[in-house]
């Protein structure tokens, strides 16, 4: 049975128990909300990983994603890249590998790694079929299923499958007439391929209970894939970008009376007026399905630190009531990241996510503690409350130390020092009070 299941039966399962510990909430209100579907654990028993949660009153958490282009195949890397996204604090990781032996590298990150591992299973199925058929549109649909099937057996977490994509969804982008950005969604873009030559619908909108049958059968969490989202900001948030949610959002409700946990997935690139909709629409139709916010990317003009336009659109996911953001890293739209592009990404992510976090729980105490620590010169208290520090503690080793008490920042004009003997002292005499 899976964890909606024994929650929908009154069980508080082991998994709830620890997602209830480690977010400071009580097991009974996290098991109600599993079984209402607004929270979901990746706890597919086939393989032991670390228990995360993602939903509705929880931290929002951030996925680190990696994996092989057909340009550059290095599975080593890969491996590392998986190790450098674990110790940076990612909460999850996806391996989208679609170059080399794609199982052998899955198996590989999944052995290096404790974190739950995310997977397109459509990516893999479609370059299996270039390599026996010579095209990915030749793809038989037998292929795809038994792909899924495989990857849950071998111990998959999460998988985003693109259920939403149907030929009214392709119609509606027909008619719509613009999109400047086109489809970047590798998922969505092939399968719309695959319906246009076989002249098909969507296996996985067709027969969604296989889907959901299959997923079900390991306790594999269903993340409804946003297939049409835009690659452009000008795209965002138009027609066939929402009727894909709408069916997203149908479709979650469905799998979660089917007794799948699901979430739904959003863009994207969207300017940072339209986030809010974005989400209001997804809770509301969804009846608060967790939402999984791939970036996103606020603006199209600074390649290099899409790192940072992406933190930007995930510190306001995260505010208004998004559950789980895919990072982004600097070499976005440039090229496949290497390690050190990982970690920036993780870290921006996680910093992004805090932000929201402040608004959305109203979880200031950290902040708080900071400023005390920064007032009161308690440097190690500031490194250990630092999200990064290892960056923080190199930065001030690395800057000179002529003074140890302050900073090579103001140096003699430290304003900290300077106040010392003034108001701090009546703010610290209140602080205890
Ligand atoms: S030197 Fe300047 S930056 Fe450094 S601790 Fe003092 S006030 Fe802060």
């Known amino acids: 049975m899976t964890q909606i299941e024994r929650a ?38 086939n393989r032991e990983s670390m228990v995360t949660g993602i939903g509705k009153g929880l931290r929002t958490k951030v996925n680190a994603s990696i994996g092989t282009s057909t340009d550059i195949v290095d599975p080593d890397m890969e491996v590392e890249k998986a190790r450098v996204a674990e110790r940076s604090g990612a909460d999850t990781l996806m391996d989208l590998s679609v170059g080399g032996d794609i199982a052998s590298i899955r198996r590989a990150v999944m052995d290096a790694i404790n974190l739950p591992i995310g997977t397109v299973p459509l990516y893999e199925a479609f370059a299996l079929s270039i390599e026996r058929y010579g095209s990915a549109v030749d793809m038989p649909e037998e292929l795809l299923w038994e792909v899924t099937e495989k990857q849950c057996e071998e111990g998959v977490g999460f998988m985003a499958i693109h259920c939403g994509i149907n030929r009214r969804t392709v119609e509606m982008l027909r008619r719509q007439h613009y999109r400047y950005g086109g489809l970047v969604s590798k998922g969505g873009s092939y399968m719309v391929a695959w319906m246009e030559h076989n002249n098909r619908e969507n296996p996985l909108y067709e027969h969604f209970d296989r889907v959901v049958e299959i997923l079900k059968k390991h306790d594999v969490v269903l993340s409804l894939g946003n297939g049409f989202r835009a690659g452009a900001i000008h795209d965002s948030t138009d027609r066939v970008q929402i009727q894909e949610l709408l069916i997203n959002c149908e479709l979650a409700e469905t799998g979660r009376e089917m007794g799948c946990q699901t979430m739904v997935e959003g863009p994207g690139h969207i300017p940072i007026n339209e986030i809010e909709a974005n989400i209001i629409m997804e809770k509301r139709m969804s009846g608060e399905s967790p939402f999984y916010m791939l970036g996103p990317i606020t603006t199209d003009v600074a390649p290099g630190y899409d790192h940072i336009t992406a933190a930007i659109g995930a510190a306001l996911s995260s505010a208004y009531g998004a559950d789980f953001i895919c990072y982004v890293t600097p070499s976005e739209h440039l090229g496949l990241p ?36 920064r007032r009161d010169m308690n440097w190690s208290r500031q ?11 190199e930065i001030k080793m690395k800057r000179g130390n002529g003074n ?11 304003a900290n020092d300077i106040l010392s003997g003034m108001f701090v002292e009546n703010m610290k005499g209140s602080d205890k009070a």
Not at 21 to 35: I, N, S, T
Not at 384 to 393: G, H
């Open 8 to 45: 929908a039966r009154g069980e508080v399962t082991e998994e709830i128990r620890k997602v209830a510990e480690d977010e400071g909430l009580d097991a009974v209100v996290v098991r109600d909300r599993v079984a209402e579907g607004q929270i979901v654990i990746p706890a597919n028993p």
């Open 338 to 373: 290497y390690p050190g592009d990982v970690r920036e990404g993780v870290m921006a992510a996680r910093i992004a996510a805090h932000i929201g976090d402040m608004i959305k729980h109203g979880s200031m105490e950290r902040d708080r503690e900071m400023s005390k620590a």
């Open 383 to 393: 490194f250990d409350l630092a999200i990064d520090p290892e960056r923080a503690r």
């Open 404 to 414: 140890e008490h302050t900073c090579t920042m103001c140096g003699k004009f430290c």
